[in-house]
């Protein structure tokens, strides 16, 4: 696609039940990343992948979340047993070269209720 | 820690005018990178302008320049002829060579008025 895409675009989901985030990235791009934004907060990087390598979960705030990439293209972040200090926008952004800046798609709102 | 701060969480500026956003960063690595995005509300971050460490020159994109003064590590955005489409928050941020992530400041809400 022309841009990354992001779905949901809003996400509104129960305390304690699991939510998956999609990130469809710029095709042929091989780096992709995912950060959150919280509310009043910068940007916190949450999980990287290149092209075939492991992914780099350094920035992964718990165990409850985890992501894959399929194909070296769409990714998608799993949050399992939400609770209300995931609500966030998540943001994923991808690149062809490090280094010349990411682009980022518009993020996906979720709110824990 | 590496850290980025923007000490200005709210600017505002008359349109056609001139305003200057604030940033410093603190990392021990020689070799980065520094960037300035935008995010409307439509949440998407839009690179603004991109500055290597190693070069002294100020990188400028049309209206958008920087003021780089790397051994004071500050990297301010200057915004000439402001437009209202300007209006949004603005995030420094910088990359270091040996890595891949971005870090952020908190960023810096622009308020362009008729």
């Known amino acids: 696609g022309a841009g990354v895409s992001q779905s949901p675009s809003n996400k509104v989901t129960e305390k304690g039940k699991d939510v998956e985030l999609r990130c469809d990235p710029i095709?042929?791009?091989?780096?992709l990343y995912w950060y959150r934004q919280s509310l009043g907060q910068g940007l916190e990087f949450l999980i990287y992948?290149?092209?075939?390598?492991?992914?780099?979960k350094s920035g992964l705030p718990s165990d409850r979340f985890s992501a894959e990439r399929t194909g070296g293209s769409v990714s998608t972040l799993t949050i399992q047993r939400t609770q209300q200090e995931d609500s966030a926008v998540y943001l994923c952004?991808?690149?062809?070269?490090?280094?010349?800046?990411?682009?980022f798609g518009s993020g996906t709102r979720l709110t824990v209720v | 820690a590496q850290t980025v701060t923007q000490s200005q969480p709210e600017m505002s500026v008359q349109e056609a005018e001139t305003v200057t956003l604030s940033c410093t960063y603190d990392?021990?690595?020689?070799?980065?990178?520094l960037f300035w995005y935008k995010q409307p509300p439509s949440r998407q971050m839009i690179l603004v302008i991109r500055?290597?460490?190693?070069?002294?020159q100020n990188a400028t994109e049309n209206r958008f320049s920087v003021n780089f003064q790397k051994a004071a590590k500050s990297f301010s955005l200057k915004i000439s002829d402001s437009q209202l489409g300007d209006a949004a928050m603005y995030f420094c941020?910088?990359?270091?060579?040996?890595?891949?992530?971005?870090?952020f400041g908190k960023g810096t809400s622009l308020l362009v008025t008729p």
């Open positions: 941020a910088y990359e270091v060579n040996s890595g891949y992530a971005l870090n």
């Open positions: 992948f290149q092209g075939n390598s492991a992914p780099d």
């Open positions: 952004a991808s690149s062809l070269v490090e280094y010349y800046g990411y682009t």
């Open positions: 095709s042929g791009h091989t780096a």
């Open positions: 500055q290597e460490a190693y070069k002294q």
């Open positions: 990392t021990s690595e020689s070799d980065y990178y």
